[in-house]
């Protein structure tokens, strides 16, 4: 069954947001979610969300804390 251009225009714009993730977190570890979304030109809490699977799905990790902390890139998708 073919998708809907709906479902496509989501998962490319699911696919844009882990890219802008990937280039800021290469550029610089320590930047923010509401970073990401200012460069990617969507919601903070698109790329909080975005996060979490990534981090889930083991692609990414937060080391230290929360403020003081980095990302780090564990495999690139």
Same mark, same amino acid.
């Given at each position: !069954? &073919?998708?809907?251009? /709906? *479902?496509? *225009?989501?998962?490319?714009?699911?696919?844009?947001? =882990? %890219?802008?993730?990937?280039?800021?977190?290469?550029?610089? &570890? %320590?930047?923010?979610?509401? @970073?990401?979304?200012? %460069? #990617?030109?969507?919601?903070?809490? #698109? =790329? @909080?969300?975005?996060?979490? #699977? !990534?981090? /889930?799905?083991?692609?990414? $990790? $937060? =080391?230290?804390?929360? $403020?003081?902390?980095?990302? @780090?890139?564990?495999?690139? =998708?």
């Amino acid at each position: !069954m &073919p998708k809907s251009s /709906e *479902e496509k *225009e989501t998962r490319l714009k699911r696919t844009n947001i =882990v %890219q802008s993730i990937l280039n800021a977190i290469g550029f610089n &570890p %320590q930047v923010t979610a509401a @970073e990401i979304a200012m %460069q #990617a030109g969507v919601s903070s809490r #698109a =790329v @909080e969300k975005r996060l979490k #699977a !990534m981090r /889930e799905e083991g692609v990414i $990790r $937060r =080391v230290g804390a929360t $403020r003081g902390g980095y990302w @780090e890139i564990i495999k690139n =998708v």
